[in-house]
């Protein structure tokens, strides 16, 4: 009788421990407005909110996959640490390679915003010499002891050309 019982308490423990654990649930909206919930949490540098705690339904045993096919449908959803050999991702190490890669995005679009700015500057220099010596008439400079020079003829038709190059270097 007391291998039956324990048999019965083995059953009901191992239906009742998908209660017994608790996941939170975050509440986000993604770049296109769509609002998501997901008990994963979403990249550090999108606001969320945290909805509770969520409690899975007890669900019947599962039989386990083989280890290649496991593997397989790891690698297959984009598991690096699988595809590499390792144990899938947990859900906090998936959180943080979120995090990380959200991190370096962020890196790369200042990289592109400032390189964007840089090009913008430029072009808009290139063509206001350009149009300078468009104009034409007497070109003067200032050189390294801040006095005035004039530019000769060949000195103009060469900046000139300097203009028309940094124009098409840095304007679209």
Same mark, same amino acid.
């Given at each position: $009788?007391?291998? &039956?019982?324990?048999?019965?308490?083995?059953?009901?423990? =191992?239906?009742?421990? #998908?209660?017994?654990?608790?996941?939170?649930?975050? /509440?986000?909206?993604?770049?296109?407005? @769509?609002?998501?919930? =997901?008990?994963? #949490? #979403?990249?550090? +540098? !999108?606001?969320?909110?945290?909805?509770?705690?969520?409690?899975?339904?007890?669900?019947? #045993?599962?039989?386990?996959?083989?280890?290649? =096919?496991?593997?397989?449908?790891?690698?297959?959803?984009? &598991?690096?640490?699988?595809?590499? &050999?390792?144990?899938?991702? @947990?859900?906090?190490?998936?959180?943080?390679?979120?995090? *990380?890669?959200?991190?370096?995005? /962020?890196?790369?679009?200042?990289?592109?915003?400032?390189?964007?700015?840089?090009? *913008?500057?430029? %072009?808009?220099?290139?063509?206001? +010499? *350009?149009? $300078?010596?468009? +104009?034409?008439?007497?070109? $003067?400079?200032?050189?390294?002891? &801040?006095?005035?020079?004039?530019?000769?003829?060949?000195? !103009?038709?060469?900046?000139?050309?300097?203009?028309?190059?940094?124009?098409?270097?840095? %304007?679209?």
């Amino acid at each position: $009788m007391k291998a &039956g019982s324990l048999f019965v308490w083995a059953v009901l423990l =191992s239906a009742m421990s #998908p209660v017994l654990t608790h996941a939170e649930i975050y /509440k986000w909206k993604d770049k296109d407005g @769509t609002t998501r919930y =997901s008990d994963v #949490p #979403p990249p550090s +540098n !999108i606001k969320n909110e945290s909805m509770g705690k969520k409690i899975p339904k007890a669900t019947a #045993p599962t039989v386990t996959a083989p280890v290649e =096919s496991a593997a397989a449908a790891t690698a297959g959803k984009g &598991g690096e640490a699988a595809a590499k &050999g390792g144990a899938p991702l @947990t859900k906090e190490e998936a959180a943080a390679k979120r995090a *990380q890669e959200a991190e370096a995005q /962020k890196k790369a679009d200042a990289v592109k915003q400032a390189e964007l700015k840089y090009r *913008q500057e430029s %072009c808009a220099a290139a063509r206001k +010499n *350009q149009a $300078m010596f468009a +104009n034409g008439g007497r070109m $003067m400079t200032t050189d390294e002891k &801040g006095e005035r020079r004039y530019m000769g003829d060949e000195e !103009i038709t060469k900046s000139k050309a300097d203009a028309q190059r940094d124009v098409e270097k840095f %304007c679209d």
